[in-house]
């Protein structure tokens, strides 16, 4: 199948700072990418839909000021966590459809700490 | 509003115990039904797509099948390496969206 890539896969900052999450479609191009969180023991939430070319589609209650997705290439998307506070630690996973969206390819996820 | 839910939460078996997960569904427009796995720290890996009830699906020790109103994933003769959750989604008609179970956390003892 696909292979979906997610950079980097832990990281640890301060309260206040910024951290940038790369997800990578590596053998398939796509114009669509899905960014999810996921606390322990609970299941995933859709946060935003990143849109190659235009403006991400983000979903009730996330801020779009916040959580900044830009996708800059078919094989490219990222989602930066600005001003991050403690409680946006979390896991976050990145996906990429495949063809027809019969197949949905999840990236690897990526362990945000934030002090 | 639309919902995925599965049951149980937890299940622990013994080695070689067969049992079913549940995934029920409420949603406006079904396009399909998918089936993931999820090792902890890790990205869920596809396992089946069903699209329409009466559809089945196998892999390995996993039959996945659909009816109108949910879906149920049969492990046969289950073995600890299999022990992870598994998580159901549902891809809706009208948005592409993919909407999430909250899992099952399957143990196999060994």
């Known amino acids: 199948g696909a292979v979906v890539s997610q950079h980097p896969s832990r990281v640890i900052c301060k309260s206040g700072t910024s951290v940038k999450i790369e997800c990578r479609s590596l053998?398939?191009?796509?114009?669509?990418m899905f960014w999810y969180r996921q606390f322990p023991k609970q299941s995933l939430m859709l946060m935003a839909t990143?849109?190659?070319?235009?403006?991400?589609?983000?979903e009730q209650g996330v801020e779009k000021d916040k959580f900044l997705i830009n996708h800059a290439s078919l094989t490219l998307s990222t989602l930066t966590v600005t001003s991050a506070h403690p409680e946006d630690s979390s896991f976050y996973i990145c996906?990429?459809?495949?063809?027809?969206?019969?197949?949905?390819?999840f990236g690897p996820g990526t362990r945000l700490t934030v002090l | 509003e639309d919902q995925v839910t599965q049951s149980p939460e937890a299940l622990r078996l013994q080695e070689g115990e067969s049992s079913s997960l549940n995934c029920s569904y409420t949603v406006s427009g079904l396009r399909g039904l998918f089936w993931y796995r999820q090792d902890p720290g890790k990205g869920p890996e596809f396992l089946f797509t069903?699209?329409?009830a009466g559809e089945e699906k196998e892999k390995e020790r996993l039959k996945a099948t659909l009816t109108k109103k949910e879906s149920f994933l049969h492990i046969t003769a289950p073995k600890p390496e299999d022990s992870a959750t598994y998580l159901c989604a549902v891809l809706l008609n009208r948005d592409d969206k993919i909407i999430f179970g909250k899992g099952t956390r399957l143990h196999i003892l060994p």
């Open positions: 069903l699209y329409s």
């Open positions: 053998d398939f191009q796509a114009t669509t």
């Open positions: 996906s990429a459809p495949g063809l027809a969206y019969n197949e949905q390819f």
């Open positions: 990143s849109n190659e070319g235009s403006k991400a589609t983000y």
